[in-house]
């Protein structure tokens, strides 16, 4: 196990589609997301004056039929209550389809199914002190139903305008679909996350920086399912970025250690988690 904290965020969710122009249609139009860079064959998207944070990459097979390992969901994580509620307003007068919504303790959630069953979370954080926690002060996450009420009152007699995501949007977490657990959460050990909760007997949650998940695992719709095809739409790789290039070094050793193989690029590195699901890890540049 990596005994350094690593991780400090995830910078980018890369997806395959099997109709580009559809999904970024649903990207820039429902959601808000501004067009970066555009490929004949992928585009990349995020927050109007942000960073990069989701990228489209067109092939040829729409979602298998059979059960795969991959991408649960992917969540964007805004500034604010206010802004999930004005996101809320705008969805629901563009009749865009709200799929769930929830409270978390931790968060307040809405739940999209993008293009290809994408899985999409919006959510706004509480503050920290806010968080529930058991009688031995473990982080207690659950799903209870979302005060929608007390949560569009925040823009009570303000500009409800939704014209885009805001710019410090980022990806506040990502949740997979694994094939197993215990030799995913050993992976995840490796990479300095902790096991911050266990749900049941299928789910699990890693963070690291005291946050409550940076990625989560289940195998709820994927026990001992096989890894997502190539050219599949579907998840197909994500970015975690590191501060610097000793955490690197130090990630390096303990995947070494736990006989995690990878390819090391010097500045980053590529590797598979225990499901098959491609990561890479890349530091900040380095500062003048």
């Known amino acids: 196990m990596a005994e350094k904290n690593h991780f400090l965020k ?15 249609f649903f990207f820039t139009e429902a959601i ?19 960073h990069i944070m989701i990228v489209l990459h067109q092939v040829n097979n729409p979602p298998p039929l059979k059960a795969t390992t991959g991408l649960f969901h992917l969540a964007l994580l805004l500034p604010g209550r206010e802004d999930l509620a004005r996101l809320i307003l705008y969805l629901v007068n563009n009749n865009v389809s709200i799929q ?15 293009p290809d069953g ?26 209870d139903e979302l005060d929608l009420d007390n949560l569009l009152m925040t823009v009570q007699g303000k500009n409800k305008q939704w014209r885009s995501l805001p710019a410090d949007t980022r990806i506040g977490h990502i949740h997979l679909k694994a094939a197993e ?29 005291n946050y409550h998940h940076q990625i989560a695992v289940n195998t709820w719709e994927s026990a001992g399912a096989d890894p997502l095809p190539v050219d599949t739409a579907g998840l ?3 970015e975690i970025t590191l501060n610097d290039q000793s955490m ?17 690029y010097e500045n980053n590195i590529q590797l598979h988690d225990p499901n098959g699901i491609l990561i890479e890890l890349v530091t900040l540049p380095a500062t003048p």
């Open 10 to 24: 995830i910078s980018a969710v890369h997806l395959n589609v099997s109709h580009l122009e559809r999904a970024s």
């Open 32 to 50: 808000g997301l501004k067009i970066f860079t555009s490929e004949p064959q992928s585009l990349a998207l995020g927050p109007e004056n942000g």
């Open 100 to 114: 769930g919504v929830a409270d978390h303790g931790v968060s307040e959630s809405i739940y999209l199914t993008g």
């Open 118 to 143: 994408i899985g999409i979370e919006i959510y706004s954080d509480r503050a920290k002190e806010e968080w529930p926690l058991d009688e031995e002060g473990h982080l207690e996450m659950g799903t």
């Open 181 to 209: 657990l215990k030799n995913t959460a050993r992976f995840f050990n490796a990479l300095g996350l902790k096991l911050t909760q266990k749900y049941g007997e299928q789910a699990l949650f890693f963070a690291s920086e």
């Open 236 to 238: 197909r790789s994500f």
């Open 248 to 264: 690197l070094d130090d990630i390096k050793k303990s995947l070494t250690l736990n006989e995690f193989p990878f390819e090391d």
